[in-house]
T-cell receptor
Framework: AQSVSQHNHHVILSEAASLELGCNYS??????LFWYVQYPGQHLQLLLKYFSGDPLVKGIKGFEAEFIKSKFSFNLRKPSVQWSDTAEYFCAVSTLGFQKLVFGTGTRLLVSP | NAGVTQTPKFQVLKTGQSMTLQCAQDMNHEYMSWYRQDPGMGLRLIHYSVGAGITDQGEVPNGYNVSRSTTEDFPLRLLSAAPSQTSVYFCASSYSGGAFFGQGTRLTVV
């Protein structure tokens, strides 16, 4: 069975700091990878996704993620965070041809102004 | 564009009561699912459906029932509510490019 690990449960940053959130998955086959964001009191929204091709994918709001197959990782990055990035971030994986998503436990990001 | 519509947004139940959480999507997606979100545990899959008439259990199915009579609707039934079912519930509608989530239902069982 697939599993997803997010090692940082809580991250606190100041505005303009750089962000990197870790995500590792366990599955030997081809996977689709996602990052979702949940702003306070809201539902999950898709930030970015990787299916194939260029392992560096760009998403909305200046976020990007890099797929490193040898490390089973899909880390999320942003060069300069803003107060409005305060949210919970979830990494998720699905296997090729299937739409069932397996989520990590999430990382709560607090950006102080 | 409605996307995924979930009702109600808030609900308080007494232990032993039953209720149905409604979920409807207008994107003609075959795959729909229900998750519960609990602090520190991420989203856990309760039940999912790959099309009308087809449902299957996810990671935490006990105490919940689903049916899929149409492509659009995927209701979640709590048979006899327990305090352990206090959670936030999300319905999702998926295609190969990802999932769209409803606004969530915050359920409290007292």
């Amino acid at each position: 069975a697939q599993s997803v690990s997010q090692h940082n449960h809580h991250v606190i940053l100041s505005e303009a700091a750089s962000l990197e959130l870790g995500c590792n998955y366990s599955y030997g086959g081809t996977v689709n990878l996602f990052w979702y964001v949940q702003y306070p009191g809201q539902h999950l929204q898709l930030l970015l996704k990787y299916f194939s091709g260029d392992p560096l994918v760009k998403g909305i709001k200046g976020f990007e993620a890099e797929f490193i197959k040898s490390k089973f990782s899909f880390n999320l990055r942003k060069p300069s965070v803003q107060w409005s990035d305060t949210a919970e971030y979830f990494c998720a994986v699905s296997t090729l041809g299937f739409q069932k998503l397996v989520f990590g436990t999430g990382t709560r990001l607090l950006v102080s102004p | 564009n409605a996307g995924v519509t979930q009702t109600p947004k808030f609900q308080v139940l007494k232990t032993g009561q039953s209720m149905t959480l409604q979920c409807a999507q207008d994107m003609n997606h075959e795959y729909m699912s229900w998750y519960r979100q609990d602090p520190g545990m991420g989203l856990r899959l309760i039940h999912y459906s790959v099309g009308a008439g087809i449902t299957d259990q996810g990671e935490v199915p006990n105490g919940y029932n689903v049916s899929r009579s149409t492509t659009e609707d995927f209701p979640l039934r709590l048979l006899s509510a327990a305090p352990s079912q206090t959670s936030v519930y999300f319905c999702a509608s998926s295609y190969s490019g990802g999932a769209f989530f409803g606004q969530g239902t915050r359920l409290t069982v007292v």
